[in-house]
Each structure stands twice: as C-alpha cells, then as structure tokens.
C-alpha cells in the first residue's frame, strides 16, 4: 500500500471514528436533556449561553438557527426551568439579554460528572506530549466544524 493510500485511509478511519463520536455525543445529550426535562435544542442552548455568557434573543437565534418564534419559545421554557432570566439591555432599554443562571449550569454539570470522570480516566492512558496533539487536534477539529456550519446555513 502506498503511502498516500495509508493516508488516505488514516484520515478515513478518522472521519469515520469522529461521526461515531459525534453520534454518540448528540444522544447521550438527547438522555441527558430528557433527564432534566428539557428538549435537546434547550440543553444545547443553555451549553450555549453558558460558554459564550448573556445574549440577545437574536444573537441566540443566529447561534442556534432558530426563528425568532422558536427561541423566543425556548427562551420561555428556560426561563420556567431556571436556567436563565430575561434582562433589561443596559445599553438599549428596548432589548432584553438572556442571562444564564448558576442553578441551572450546577444541574447541567451533575448530569456530565460521570463521563468528565471516565473521560479524565481515559487521559490517564496518554503522555502529556500525546495529550497536547490531542487537544490540539480537536480544538482544530471544531473550527472546521464551525466553518461548516456556517458554510451549510449559508446554503439554506
């Protein structure tokens, strides 16, 4: 086998294991909002608000492709469930920002404890060289994730 056919096959394998992973991810997430409750898109949201801090419902509407209906129906369900609050925009008394809530984020984080554990077990098996090409891959990995999202949402 040549070695751009052993390549070609790495990055392959590679594609193939990253859509298992990815699969696995979306439901494990499905479980882990049902738990709480919540539809999926709501967890993702508030994952949402908590990593990037208080939005706008426009700015959560661009983030997540949602109509403006539907966030604003998600914003509700939040809202009711504890995980965020509505807040009057200091710069503009017209706009209201979603602010996410410590409550919520705390019962998010119980829900991952487990699988953070297993995860943090599993690094255990590598060297902190192998790590760092680890988490430099994936950090990588998620950029061109993000390219694409907004290559296909720029398609629709």
């Known amino acids: 086998m040549s070695i751009k056919n052993e390549a070609e096959d790495r990055a392959d ?23 709480l409750g919540l ?19 426009g700015e959560l509407s ?3 492709g949602l109509s403006s209906g539907a966030v604003t129906a998600l914003i509700d369900r939040l809202e009711k ?17 979603i602010v996410p809530l410590t409550a919520g984020k705390s019962q998010v984080k119980e829900l991952f ?3 953070s ?13 192998e790590l760092d090409l680890i988490i430099q891959f994936i950090t990588e990995a998620a950029e061109v994730m993000d390219q694409e999202l907004q290559l296909l949402k720029s398609k629709s």
Request: charged share 30%; proline share 5%; hydrophobic share 35%.
């Open 13 to 35: 394998q590679i594609i193939h294991t990253m859509r298992r992973l990815a699969t696995r991810t979306v439901l494990f997430h499905q479980a882990a909002a049902q738990s």
């Open 81 to 97: 469930a504890g995980y965020v609050k509505r807040e009057k925009d200091p710069k503009d008394k017209r706009r209201v920002i």
């Open 62 to 64: 661009e983030k997540t």
């Open 113 to 115: 404890l487990s699988l």
């Open 39 to 57: 539809f999926p898109t709501d967890l993702k949201s508030a994952d949402l608000l908590n990593e990037l801090g208080p939005l706008t419902a």
């Open 117 to 129: 554990a297993s995860t943090k077990k599993l690094t255990n098996e590598y060297n902190p060289e």
